[in-house]
């Protein structure tokens, strides 16, 4: 083999490994849009969420795992998609399996990406679920609180979290009402509904509490 030719393979291998490497990345993160584009969907109840959207997330999350890239976001999917499966499933073992691999998938989020909110919240989204309500959940309440005390999806969590611990006579680890007040201010319709399923007159219609002043608080359409 000549000079020439040698010194071209030795930059072309090389050259040839890293547009491979490339190309993968680009399509899992094409894969990861998709999976996205249809757990959003599903989490929501939309039309576009039928039986053969749940089977191929249900046959692509043991894929994206296995291809896991080692960022927050993506174990953040890989839990919510496991709520999603739990949801869908009627025997209480298999709804605390997957619900145990959702938790599984918030640490390591959380061991990834340490104050984001999301993953805080969304361990104990879980954990609410599972009934644990002990000296972890409290960590998560007050985690996702500390660094998301404005974002929606956190409040909201944060809020169910509130019932959820009142119900059980759990002290929460945090002062309610300023998480209420919050949920008011980025998602009135949301803690209305949380209202109503727990029954939480008590807690949202008193004078200066979140709901003082909505209509469903007033004589003759309280919650």
């Not at 680009?26 to 999976?35: I, N, P, T």
């Not at 249900?58 to 919510?80: G, I, K, N, T």
């Not at 209480?92 to 998938?105: E, S, T, V, Y």
């Not at 879980?126 to 972890?136: I, K, S, Y």
């Amino acid at each position: 083999m000549r000079r020439s030719q040698l010194f071209r393979m030795v930059w072309f291998l090389p050259a040839l490994g890293l547009l491979l490497s490339f190309a993968a990345v680009g399509w899992q993160a094409r894969q990861l849009r998709v999976f996205k584009q249809h757990l959003l969907r599903c989490e929501i109840g939309a039309a576009g969420c039928q039986a053969p959207q749940r089977a191929w997330l249900a046959q692509q999350a043991p894929v994206l795992a296995s291809q896991f890239r080692f960022d927050a976001e993506s174990a953040d999917l890989l839990a919510r998609a496991e709520v999603l499966f739990s949801a869908n499933e009627t025997e209480l073992p298999a709804k605390r399996a997957h619900l145990k691999q959702a938790l599984h998938w918030t640490e390591q989020a959380i061991l990834l990406r340490p104050r984001w909110p999301y993953a805080y919240a969304a361990r104990l989204g879980v954990q609410l679920q599972l009934g644990d309500l002990d000296a972890n959940s409290d960590a998560s309440w007050r985690a996702a609180w500390r660094y998301g005390p404005n974002e929606k999806r956190v409040l909201q969590t944060l809020a169910e979290a509130v019932f959820v611990y009142r119900d059980a006579g759990r002290a929460t680890p945090t002062p309610a009402e300023p998480i209420l007040q919050a949920l008011v201010r980025r998602d009135r319709p949301k803690l209305i509904e949380l209202g109503t399923r727990f029954g939480a007159r008590d807690m949202l219609c008193p004078p200066g509490a979140a709901l003082a002043d909505d209509p469903l608080c007033q004589p003759a359409n309280r919650l």
